[in-house]
């Protein structure tokens, strides 16, 4: 069974075999955990994100789908780029971030990664109500068939954490 832990802090400072990176759909960088997972990882990773640009995702990574690059100067091997949806009040995308989380948890698999550090997907820029963001994330990943030993949610400040924290018994 997978372990859930909780950390307050900063995602790209976390010592895990992959480090998920909530990324827009162009996979180039952008604002947010995605900004900061480039920066601190260097050229590396994007380097490899337009590889991918250039071969299968020419008009981007869809929703909900997730890829793997190097993590570059990171301390893991490996960064899963994910797109969480945009919080809509009028369409239910809660399969879409659902989706993020067993897509990661997928490529986590295919790669041998035994840690996985998750950011609250969509909860930032995208509009996603926390509470209910981490409910989403925390069942998802509890219902996972992962070989997966440990999900680690790195959450940024002390109102994530304590959403996180109110799914976990």
Not at 22 to 41: K, M, T
Request: glycine fraction near 10%; proline fraction near 4%.
């Amino acid at each position: 069974m997978t372990r859930i832990t909780l950390v307050q802090g900063d995602i790209t400072r976390q010592s895990v075999d992959a480090i998920v990176n909530a990324a827009n759909s162009s996979l180039l960088g952008g604002g947010g955990v995605d900004g900061a997972i480039h920066r601190r990882g260097g050229p590396a990773i994007l380097a490899d994100c337009r590889k991918l640009r250039a071969s299968h995702y020419g008009k981007g990574l869809p929703t909900g789908q997730a890829v793997a690059t190097t993590a570059g100067d990171l301390d893991a091997q490996w960064v899963i780029h994910t797109v969480g949806p945009v919080h809509s009040q009028s369409l239910d995308r809660s399969e879409l971030l659902a989706s993020c989380y067993r897509e990661s948890l997928r490529r986590a698999d295919e790669l041998g990664a035994r840690t996985v550090a998750f950011p609250a997907i969509s909860t930032g820029i995208y509009g996603w109500p926390m509470d209910d963001g981490a409910r989403i994330a925390v069942e998802t990943v509890r219902d996972a068939d992962t070989a997966v030993d440990e999900v680690r949610f790195v959450l940024f400040d002390e109102r994530a954490y304590e959403a996180f924290a109110r799914q976990l018994p």
